[in-house]
């Protein structure tokens, strides 16, 4: 079982140096904690943010390479302030810090919590954390605040797995849709079809429980469009996964193509960076580089590849290898051909080679005289795109194709749901309600009764998983086991 009874800390600010850095304490001794730690005349007082002074046992300077040999006495002086932590006469001002105190339940953990503010400094936080632990707490497990604020019921499971999200997103679109997923929207919709089989279940119970008062199970018909209602809300919060679950994980779009004809400055231009190598060498990329970047609130990962040839050396060789496996597992393959060269067989062989994918075909270098025109791409029902990753030309035209090819409907609106295992979960309780809803109609069967209850209840377990009323000790260790210490 998780523990909770001890009081944890760590730096909730990412690592590196910052204006401001905050230490989190959370547990029943934080405000005690805190207290031993910072100059201040009296306890924290609930939710002010009070200016105070840190004062730390462990120096920034450690004296011993000043004077090699502390003597004992001041060893011992030193090691007893750390184990009592009260005996601040051997301690030295590190930092001002802004301590602010918010006692339970109303905090992020939903325990006490005190966040200290200090400049953000590295050094100064890791003694700060080390001045706590020596005062009693404990250093957090990665997500282990978020952990807490889901067991002490401040926030459900899906709003936990949302906070992880919005950390993570890339795009103004993903943090959106997390951020919405954190003030419970998903939470809503799902608790009130959860609410609603819970009732439909009572008076299923009750007719199969007390046959003979009254509560006879006779209204085949209402119960069954009842079952309906309800399948048709779990039908379309998965109408909108495929898109959500895109937004949330984003794709990958692989570019490929002969030699020289653009790849990598197809991929700098849409990256608006320089990040592959450009030369007028066929053969210069010989290795995957990829670039996560937003189109239009999706988050793609673009994968440059080396052009694919019959290779002039091994490295190249390993590269056309990694170009083909990259291809095979793309969510959308980019197909680059030079506009201002003859198409010929190395041509034909990708773009035959990516027949029935999605794709998009891009004529770069349409800056250029063209040689060839569309109509030569015979066969060929996409739309070819003229772009030129030179001049910039086409390049928005090419980012709507993408998108496009990504197959998602393409609305700026947030979808409600994007976490394939709550995605996982309602297809489960979806086809519950389908077998559910099948049992009911069916006339004649004795035993339907049963058989329509132990469908809807499966289709609540399934529910009650996501918001996370019925989870393995395992699953929420591996959920949390995603987040970083601090989170
Ligand atoms: N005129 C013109 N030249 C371009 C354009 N895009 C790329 N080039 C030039 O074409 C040459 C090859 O460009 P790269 O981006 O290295 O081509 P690549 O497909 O990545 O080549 P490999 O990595 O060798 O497979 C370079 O000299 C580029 O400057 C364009 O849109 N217009
Ligand atoms: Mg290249």
């Not at 109408?239 to 700098?268: D, H, M, T, W, Y």
């Not at 440059?304 to 290898?321: K, N, P, W, Y």
Request: proline content about 3%; overall charge negative; glycine content about 8%.
């Amino acid at each position: 079982m998780f523990s909770t009874q001890d009081t944890i800390v760590a730096i909730a600010t990412p690592p590196g140096r910052g204006g401001i850095g905050v230490v989190r304490i959370s547990g029943v001794q934080a405000r005690t904690i805190a207290g031993q730690l910072i100059e201040a005349a009296k306890p924290l007082e609930p939710r002010y943010a009070t200016l105070t002074t840190i004062r730390s046992n462990v120096r920034l300077e450690p004296r011993s390479e000043v004077r090699l040999k502390p003597d004992t006495a001041e060893l011992e002086l030193r090691r007893s302030s750390v184990v009592s932590g009260v005996n601040r006469t051997d301690t030295d001002a590190i930092d001002q810090v802004v301590a602010t105190y918010f006692p339970a339940p109303h905090s992020y953990t939903g325990e006490n919590v005190v966040e200290l503010s200090a400049h953000g400094s590295p050094v100064v936080l890791r003694t700060i954390v080390s001045d706590a632990i020596a005062a009693g707490a404990r250093l957090a497990e990665p997500g282990e605040f978020t952990l807490r604020a889901f067991l002490n019921g401040r926030m459900d499971l899906m709003q936990a797995e949302a906070v992880a999200d919005l950390i993570e997103a890339v795009t103004p679109l993903q943090a959106r849709a997390a951020f919405d997923q954190l003030q419970g929207t998903l939470t809503r919709t799902i608790g009130e079809i959860d609410a609603a089989l819970f009732d439909l279940i009572a008076r299923l119970e009750a007719s199969v429980d007390f046959p003979d008062e009254g509560y006879h199970f006779v209204d085949r018909g209402a119960v069954a469009a009842a079952i309906d209602g309800l399948r048709s809300r779990t039908t379309a919060l998965l109408g909108v996964a495929r898109r959500g679950r895109l937004v949330r994980e984003g794709f990958q779009a692989v570019i490929a193509g002969k030699p020289n004809v653009g790849k990598s400055s197809l991929f700098n231009a849409l990256a608006g960076a320089s990040r592959a190598i450009v030369t007028d060498v066929a053969g210069t990329t010989r290795d995957l580089v990829s670039e996560v970047v937003d189109l239009d609130g999706f988050r793609v990962t673009l994968v440059d590849t080396a052009g694919l040839r019959d290779a002039g050396d091994a490295i190249e060789a390993e590269g056309v290898r990694r170009s083909h496996h990259a291809q095979a597992i793309a969510d959308v393959v980019v197909v680059v051909l030079d506009r201002a060269q003859p198409l010929d067989e190395a041509d034909r062989a990708i773009i035959a080679a990516t027949g029935g994918r999605p794709r998009v075909i891009v004529a770069n270098k349409a800056d250029r005289d063209p040689a060839w025109t569309h109509a030569e791409v015979d066969g060929v029902g996409d739309a070819i795109v003229d772009a030129s990753a030179m001049t910039g030309e086409g390049l928005e035209d090419l980012r709507r194709r993408l998108v496009a090819a990504f197959d998602v409907e393409w609305r700026q609106d947030r979808p409600e749901i994007t976490n394939v295992r709550h995605i996982a979960l309602v297809r489960q309780a979806d086809e519950a309600l389908a077998r559910a809803g099948g049992a009911a109609r069916a006339d004649g069967a004795s035993l339907s009764e049963e058989f329509v209850l132990a469908d809807l209840q499966d289709a609540r377990a399934a529910l009650e998983e996501i918001a996370g009323r019925r989870v393995s000790e395992d699953l929420l260790a591996h959920i949390f086991s995603r987040f970083c210490i601090g989170k």
